[in-house]
Every structure is written in C-alpha cells, then in structure tokens.
RNA sequence: UCCUCAGUAGCUCAGUUGGUUAGAGCAUCUGGCUGUUAACCAGAGGGUCCAAGGUUCGAGUCCUUGCUGAGGAGCCA
C-alpha cells in the first residue's frame, strides 16, 4: 500500500516498511551505495532513498536517472545526514518509467522560467510549478470555502455568449460557419443567421451581468470560471484565458462591497500562509526575499479607501513627473496607481467614485451627475488585482446611460428586466484568480501561475 | 499594437576596434571515490553562432527585413 511522500515524512514509525512511488529529483553515490532524491508531487520535500548496490543488480540501478519514474519498497530510518531527519532504506526498487538523460530536459540544476515555459508539459516536474500549482489549488478551494461558509451561492455563468455589450474587451468568436465559404446576405456579410446559434457568439469576457441576475434572486452569489479576452495584450499581467472570480451581493452598497473585498483577499492570503508554508518558504527563497513579509504586511494594514477625486489631489500634489499628466476626468495610468501604492501610502488602496465617463454603463451614478460607484484594488507589484461597483439599480437611470453610449439596448433587455421587476441596491467585484495567485506566489510573470498559458501567438499543449 | 533590449553547446552565459581552429560553468558519457546533500576528483563527446538577404579580402561581431523571447506602455482582471 503505497504512502504518500508528505505522509511519510512525517511519519514517526522509524523501522517500518513503506512502499513510495514517485520520480527522480537526482541520484548521486559510488559503486557500494546509492542516494535518491524522490518527490511524488505531494509536497515540495524529497524523501532520500538509500540502496545498498550489493543488493540490486546494477542494471536496475542504472535506469534510475534523474527524470524516471520508480517504485521503491523499504524501512523507515532515522538519518544520519544532516539535511533530513529520515530517509527510506530501499529492499525493492520497481522502475515504472525510464527517462533517457541524453534527452530528459530537466536538470536537478536551475532552469530559468522563459526556458520552462516552452516546455510546459513537464513543468509540473519542477519545484517551482509543483509549489505554484499546490498553491493554486489552495487557492481554488480556500475561495470555495470562504463564499461557501458565508451563504454565497457558485453561480454557473455561460462560457458562450451572444451579449457582446460586457465592454470589458476584444472578444474570441465562437462558431461552426465554413471559415472558407460562409453564408452571405444580400449586402454582402456573413449571415451569422445561418450560424449553430442562429446569431453572434463569443467566448465570455464576464459573467457579470447574468451573475447578477441570479443575486437578484438568491441574494448572494459568485461565479469561478474561465474568461477570455482577444485583446493583443503582451504583458506579465494578461493572458487571452484566465479565470475569475465574480461575487454579486443584493443589498450591498459601495461600502459593503469593500469591506468584503479586503475580508476576502485577507483570508485568502492567511489561508495560503497557513496551508502552503512549505511552498511559500521555497518561492521566497527562490525568487522573492521579500514574499512572506509583503503577505504579512497586506494583513496587518487596513487597505487605504480614498476616491478618484482624492488619488488626483494626492497625486497632483505630489510634485512628481509623470510620463502621463493627471487631471480629473482621465483615467489612472499604472504609473500613477503604482505611486499611490507603493510610494504615497504603501499599502493596499481601494479607488472609489470615478468620473462616469471612463467605466461602464452599469456602474451606479452618483447624485453628484459626474462620478459614478466603481471600486478598484490595487496591490502593491501587479497593479489593479480587482475591479467592481455598485450596480445602477435604477430602471431609467441605466436606460438612459445605455441610449447616451449608443450601446444595444434591444440586446440588453433581459438585463433591464431585473431593474424593472422588483430592483434591489446591489454590488459586485472581479477578482482576476491568477492575478492573485501573482501576489501570493510572488512570481512575476502571470504566465507561470497558469499550467497552460494562452497568450498572443501561443496556444501549445 | 508601440518603445527598448536580447537570441552563441541540452541549460545558463562569455566572446575585445570585424581577423586565423568559437570558449566557460552546469548537464551528458567514461573512469575513480565505503553515507552523499544542486556530492566530489580526472578525462571525453557535444555548435546550422535564430532565419533570409546585404556590406567586406574576411562577419558570431556591422546593415536591412522577418521570426521568437524578455522588460516597459496601452487595454484590463
């Protein structure tokens, strides 16, 4: 019965036989005794493996490279190196799969994370991707748990969709019309009528207006699932498919839709403090020194909560010389958000309140005609993590900003019905998951947050 | 999409004002070593210098274009 390598390890059995399965991090020796540094993904530690050469044949033990895949059965013993208190005394060794060294591209030594990346499909194999991967994974679960054991409802959104009015981005389309030879109209276009759905379809930006749809029912909601943009957006911090996390709350102003965005990344970062140490402490020490004090310092300081007004005052005031002038009315550029958080109040700021013509049409205007309630976060490092508002809730208030914008409004109808029939304040955020997982993980490129990252020109494995 | 930088051995990188047979560390292979710790010691093999064109007596090095990657910007989560 096979162990699981974290198990073992901790295992206080010393003198028992245990069966480990798992593969080769390196193998060093000489011709009486060999070292085996195994991992089965369970953990970031390797468990040694001892073998005694006299009691294999050597033709066993030369198919055991770095890279191969083994079984070994043996007794439990107490150590005498100084790097781990046990190690495993091998009596049988099964080797499931070879890894050819001439050709195994993983080395025990460092790999840089551009050359990884080309090699996605045993990346897993590495510690770092196996940290980021148990800790996205944590991730998943901890935001599970947090909605759930708060009455929050997971809400399936469509993947496919024919509202092209989220106006959150270029959109993928989706589509079985012979890309060769589509249907025509009259004037000359496609006659997307003729299409699987009969219309346009795309790939979802967000599923934010039918979330809300259902908190106008269900009171409390969030959607956890796979987003897509088509814009040409080559940085660290985009990718063409992610995933996103999306609350929507009835009842909940601008107000209660903050304090449940900093509740909430709070208790993600103390999860992931408490259930990935081992992890965390490897990707510090790999990669940023400063990681588990950056964690800890978003815990301890109440998030700064100012309005766009104000960050302009701050910023105008400031003195500094920005490649991009600030004045009010134009939106805020990474420069300036990064000023305020890493430079003016060094912790976590939430900007609320932004003039109505730089966010979108359902954002909840203000009494005062100009601002209307949109909420971002920004982190320290990667910019804005979420983004939000309180809804307009108002039937004609929303009519009317759809008719200003020359947006659809006949494509919208289901989306005003809910402002018609038995409205409610209500409030919502997307939290962008490997944005956190940025920050969590420290690393500093989003594509190795992600097992598969889509990205312009790049859609392998 | 724009700006900047880069592409040389399996990996990480050096390569001088353009000059003769392109180097190092690690990895791999061979040998050595009675418990190693990214083991160590000795030796060996390993190159379409991203691609195509151009300048030149001569190009890894200079020029043009393209491709790929990275960083920054825009868009945003």
Known sequence: MRIRIKELLKNPDLGKEFEISGWVRTKRGNKNIAFIALNDGSTIHNIQVVLNMADFEEEIIRKVTTGSCIKVEGVLAASPGKEQPVELHGSRLHVYGTADPDHYPLQKKGHSLEFLREIAHLRPRTNTFGAVLRIRHAMSFAIHKYFNDRGFYYLHTPIITASDCEGAGEMFRVTTLDLKNPPLLEDGSVDFGEDFFGRETSLTVSGQLE????????????TFGPTFRAENSNTPRHLAEFWMIEPEMAFYDIHDNMDLAEDFLGYLIRYAMEHC?????????????????????????????????????VLIQSGEKFEYPVSWGVDLQTEHERY????????PVMVTDYPKDIKAFYMKQNDDGK??????VLFPKIGEIIGGSQREEDYHKLRRRIQELSLPEKDLWWYLETRRFGTAPHSGFGLGFERLLLFVTGLGNIRDVIPFPRFPKNANF
């Open 211 to 222: 979330g809300e749809l259902a908190a106008l029912a269900l009171s409390n909601i969030y």
């Open 277 to 313: 140490s081992d992890d965390l402490k490897f990707l510090n020490n790999m990669y940023d020194r400063d990681l588990m004090g950056r964690l800890e310092f978003t815990l301890n300081n109440k998030y700064e909560r100012i309005t766009y007004s104000r960050a302009v005052e």
């Open 340 to 347: 305020l958080v890493e430079r003016h109040y060094r912790k």
């Open 371 to 376: 601002t209307v309630r949109g909420l971002d």
